[in-house]
């Protein structure tokens, strides 16, 4: 079966520190790769996705980048973190057009 | 973008109570998923249900995808089905998620 790794759980980081969030799939060949995050109001905005590896789609321009170095492997960076990078962090896989799966989140504090 | 509403914003049940969670979506969708998301953040897989009716144990849901909404229905409450429930159509090759609903059950 499938299964989603993500790490850290937490993590709390100093302004214009650098970020280095992965995600990781086993189980699967070639899945859709997605990034969101949750800030403080309930919503969840999808930050990048990729449909494969060198692949990535950004929908919010922003302080971050993403890259999938590996067909299951996709990471998310940040080269100086602001305050307001702060939130929980969500990584996703599905099969092309099929249901999705999270990981269970890295909460990131920027202080 | 498609944009996702979701009705109530809030709802306070007393153990066993049923209802219903709405949701709205702007335009024509390939599939649609519900997710319930537990005090720890992590999101619960609950239906993937493009269209039709699907039923799992208390918990069943609806899409009406040429009407453009979903329902969940929760019968027999629980305090364990607080937290907060979230719609997520899929639009081509991304999931727009809504505000969710946040549930709480009192015993």
């Known amino acids: 079966s499938q299964t989603i790794h993500q790490w850290p759980a937490t993590l709390v980081q100093p302004v214009g520190s650098p970020l280095s969030l992965e995600c990781t799939v086993e189980?699967?060949?070639?899945?859709?790769l997605y990034w969101y995050r949750q800030a403080a109001g309930r919503g969840l905005q999808l930050l990048f996705y990729?449909?494969?590896?060198?692949?990535i789609s950004s929908e919010v321009p922003q302080n971050l980048s993403a890259s999938r170095p590996q067909d299951r492997q996709f990471i998310l960076s940040s080269k100086k973190l602001l305050l307001s990078d702060s939130g929980f962090y969500l990584c996703a896989w599905s099969p092309t057009g099929g249901e999705a799966f999270f990981g269970q989140g890295t909460r990131l504090t920027v202080v | 973008g498609i944009q996702v509403e979701q009705s109530p914003p809030d709802l306070i049940l007393q153990e066993g109570a049923n209802s219903t969670l709405r949701c709205n979506f702007s335009?024509?969708?390939?599939?649609l998923q519900w997710f319930h998301q537990n005090p720890w953040g992590q999101l619960i897989n609950l239906f993937y249900i493009p269209s039709g009716t699907k039923q799992n144990g208390r918990l069943s849901a609806t899409t009406v995808a040429t009407e453009r909404y979903s329902l969940l229905y929760i019968s027999s409450s629980q305090t364990t089905d607080s937290g907060v429930y979230f719609c997520a159509p899929r639009e081509y090759s991304t999931l727009t998620f809504g505000k969710g609903t946040m549930l709480l059950v009192s015993p």
């Open positions: 990729s449909v494969g590896i060198g692949q």
């Open positions: 335009d024509s969708v390939n599939n």
């Open positions: 189980g699967t060949s070639n899945p859709n």
